[in-house]
């Protein structure tokens, strides 16, 4: 049984690239969730998707981020012109129902830094 | 808004010891979900426990017991006789039907380190 799959799990990059994560849910679940974490504190809510819609979004994803969930299948984060500020860890987790009480499985994250 | 505070940032004890971590949670929502998450070193949140808001029954699964008190917006964990494979961060996390839906508002975490 594979759980949430997350790629790539590091990436440093330079202030002012364009960076791109991928996160796999865990087969049929049809709810997938985008999380950051920084340093010494808890994940924060990023956006979902219920298929491959985008349901909500927090007030965390500025214009520079987007997301995509194509065919509801596997997600995509995109940063775009990365600051120093992004660097964090990005964590990817998927549920098979939609409810609060549904139990979210993560992925290990991807750490990004950004130089 | 939801909040969760987990008041112990770090918390050292030798191994076989009991340790509680403290969960206090903020909620305007009368059905909701507590969860505890544990996060290795690897990354990875591992789901541990959910409790809703209408089973105060406490809950005990090997080592691991839980504490949900709604009169006091407590949740707190237990571990007896602690090992060294339990040094990790801790998270807490609430979920709630009228205000934040699905989205988990996490603590900032309690890091415990089992020591030899």
């Known amino acids: 049984d594979t759980g949430v799959s997350q790629d790539p799990r590091h990436k440093i990059t330079k202030r002012g690239q364009n960076v791109t994560f991928r996160c796999d849910p865990i087969s049929e679940h049809n709810r997938l969730y985008w999380y950051r974490q920084t340093l010494g504190q808890g994940p924060e809510f990023l956006t979902y998707?219920?298929?491959?819609?985008?349901?909500?979004k927090s007030r965390l994803l500025s214009d520079r981020f987007s997301a995509e969930r194509p065919k509801g299948s596997f997600s995509t984060l995109e940063i775009q012109r990365t600051e120093q500020g992004d660097s964090a860890m990005y964590l990817c987790?998927?549920?098979?129902?939609?409810?609060?009480?549904?139990?979210?499985?993560f992925g290990a994250g991807t750490r990004l830094s950004v130089l | 808004a939801q909040k969760v505070t987990q008041a112990q940032t770090e918390i050292s004890v030798v191994e076989k010891e009991d340790v509680t971590l403290d969960c206090v949670y903020e909620t305007r929502d009368t059905t909701y979900y507590l969860f505890w998450y544990k996060q290795p070193p690897s990354g990875e949140l591992v789901f541990l426990i959910r409790r809703n808001s209408f089973d105060e029954q406490n809950e005990i699964s090997g080592r691991y017991s839980w504490n949900f008190q709604k009169s006091t917006s407590s949740f707190n964990f237990t571990i007896t006789a602690s090992q060294v494979v339990d040094s990790a961060v801790y998270f807490c996390a609430l979920s709630g039907w009228e205000t934040s839906g699905s989205r988990l508002t996490f603590g900032e975490g309690t890091q415990l380190t089992v020591n030899p």
């Open positions: 998707f219920q298929n491959e819609a985008q349901l909500e």
């Open positions: 987790a998927s549920s098979l129902g939609r409810t609060p009480r549904d139990i979210q499985y």
